[in-house]
């Protein structure tokens, strides 16, 4: 997982498009031939041994080799065996995405190659803040030195550039424009990145991961986020989606998430650089959503939250298939985030089908506030293939 082919302008159109190198045959030193490249690894956090997403790796000499994760005093609580049909030496990568399944590659002769995808043993949570500290992955039989980095993954998504001020101007720094996508694995993490606008031609830099605590501790992978930076508080807000709920059991959402699907986040610190967790709680709003954007409307002093909302299979309001749709949601005051209550979308046409392929044609409709009446939006329809 040395580096990851991406471009700048073309690259970034790429990963909004959610495409993504072959799991199955991939070179991570380059995707796209003639692409510029992502360089896709940076350091650890100081003061951290154990990230539960990130990217482990080490050379396996000879066999059986694993790579296994131990607590400070040395007991073994996860065990990943190198895979036994490739032949030594090789390097053994781990890709770890939280409580997602812990994704087992092989690197031989500059190809790297799925091996297998495992599951965390039962009762066994990587995710709170302790195991920061308190574990650490260790080697086992033939294998080498551990080399632990955070990943832009091998795949990315979920595009969004952060933003400064309640006007949403392009946030900069540096003269970089930075953004955040979805570094994926067998599950994602929310990665950070930025280019130079001046000189595209110079590529995509990786810059970080986010993580986000709910209160109790727990590091999770939420993701789809859009950040900005709060020019009268100089707090970092947003709003995610609670895409890690899904892997807590229990919940009865899309994709068993909870309800809602989207949270509002914030931190004090630029979580821009490196390691960075944020703050997160539920914006309590009604079914399941994603994608959020958040507009502040100077006129009414209210935040405006566009999503992309499901409805069920049978919904009389789309097919009969689960599908996403747009809606806009606006806050009655404003609280990191607000409290978002959803407007009447059969008065004011809020509801736009998404969908595609055998389920009918795939438009996106941006809805645009017509000026003078903040309450009326026109959408504007383009088609998407």
């Known amino acids: 997982m040395k580096k990851i082919g991406v471009v700048c302008a073309a690259a970034l159109f790429a990963c909004m498009q959610g495409q993504s190198a072959s799991v199955l045959d991939i070179t991570f030193r380059r995707v796209w031939e003639g692409r510029k490249v992502f360089d896709a690894e940076i350091p650890f956090p100081k003061g951290v041994s154990f990230l539960p997403a990130a990217h482990y790796a080490a050379k396996v000499e000879s066999l059986p080799a694993e790579l296994r994760v131990e ?37 031989k002769d500059g190809e790297v190659r799925l091996s297998r995808i495992d599951d965390w043993p039962e009762g066994f949570d990587p995710r709170p803040a302790a195991n920061l500290t308190s574990l650490r992955v260790m080697p086992g039989g033939g294998a080498g030195t551990v080399a632990a980095t955070l990943s832009a ?92 709920t899904g892997s807590d059991g229990g919940a009865k959402g899309l994709g068993g998430r909870a309800e809602g699907g989207v949270n509002a986040v914030w931190t004090r610190e630029n979580p821009l650089h490196g390691f960075h967790v944020m703050r997160a709680k539920p914006l309590g709003l009604s079914g399941m ?97």
């Open 71 to 107: 607590d400070a005093a040395g007991n073994v609580r996860a065990r990943f065996a190198a895979p036994a049909d490739v032949a030594p030496p090789y390097t053994l990568h781990l890709a770890l995405a939280c409580r997602h399944r812990v994704a087992v590659f092989a690197e």
């Open 153 to 244: 993954g091998i795949g990315q998504a979920d595009v969004r550039f952060v933003t400064r001020g309640r006007q949403c101007v392009p946030y900069l720094e540096g003269g970089r424009l930075f953004f955040t996508f979805s570094a994926r694995f067998f599950g994602s993490a929310l990665g950070v990145g930025s280019l130079d606008p001046a000189a595209p031609e110079k590529g995509v830099r990786y810059e970080g991961l986010i993580l986000f605590d709910y209160g109790d501790g727990i590091l999770r992978n939420d993701l789809a986020a859009h950040l900005f930076l709060d020019d009268e508080t100089g707090e970092w807000r947003g709003w995610a989606c609670n895409f890690s």
């Open 289 to 385: 959503n994603e994608d959020p954007c958040g507009v502040w409307d100077a006129k009414a002093g209210k935040w405006r939250l566009f999503v992309s909302a499901f409805t069920k299979k049978g919904d009389t309001r789309a097919d009969a298939r689960v599908r996403p749709l747009g809606w806009r949601f606006r806050a009655d005051h404003e609280d990191r985030g607000g409290e978002f209550h959803r407007h009447d979308d059969r008065a004011h046409g809020r509801r736009v089908p998404l969908s595609g392929g055998k389920r009918g044609p795939r438009v996106l409709r941006l809805f645009v506030s017509v000026p003078g009446d903040a309450r009326k939006d026109e959408a504007r329809t383009h088609p998407l293939g």
